[in-house]
């Protein structure tokens, strides 16, 4: 299984970015997906994740800034970074809850991106 994520780059504060994240490979079913961020330092924090079922949580500091969807027929989600500002500045990886087959077998895994580098200028 692969996570592909793409969107990032360079943007004033003020402005939106759409990052996605698409999942591939041997999958039968995805649970949870999700994105986080690194900043310089190597804090990783929790940013948002969606549900199967399309139900969103957040971290409090993105909420009502940041949208996650889903699309579940391309096993994608998105962030949409809304009002950046430099505090924004990371690396944003994604994850899922992977469901896969194993022989016979099902197995479960958590698998991450490689990240896609949102910088913002203020």
């Known amino acids: 299984v692969q996570l592909q994520a793409s969107g990032g780059g360079l943007v004033q504060a003020g402005r939106s970015l759409r990052l996605s994240c698409a999942a591939s490979?041997?999958?039968?079913?995805?649970?949870?997906m999700g994105w986080y961020r690194e900043d310089r330092e190597g804090e990783r924090e929790f940013i948002a994740r969606i549900t199967e079922d399309g139900r969103p949580i957040y971290n409090d500091l993105v909420k009502g800034r940041f949208s996650i969807s889903r699309d579940n027929g391309k096993n994608t989600i998105y962030l949409q970074l809304n009002i950046l500002g430099p505090e924004d500045t990371a690396v944003y990886y994604c994850?899922?809850?992977?469901?896969?087959?194993?022989?016979?077998?099902?197995?479960?895994?958590?698998?991450w991106g490689q990240g896609t580098l949102v910088t913002v200028s203020s």
């Open positions: 490979g041997n999958i039968f079913k995805i649970n949870d």
């Open positions: 994850n899922a809850d992977v469901v896969y087959f194993v022989g016979t077998y099902y197995s479960q895994k958590i698998y």
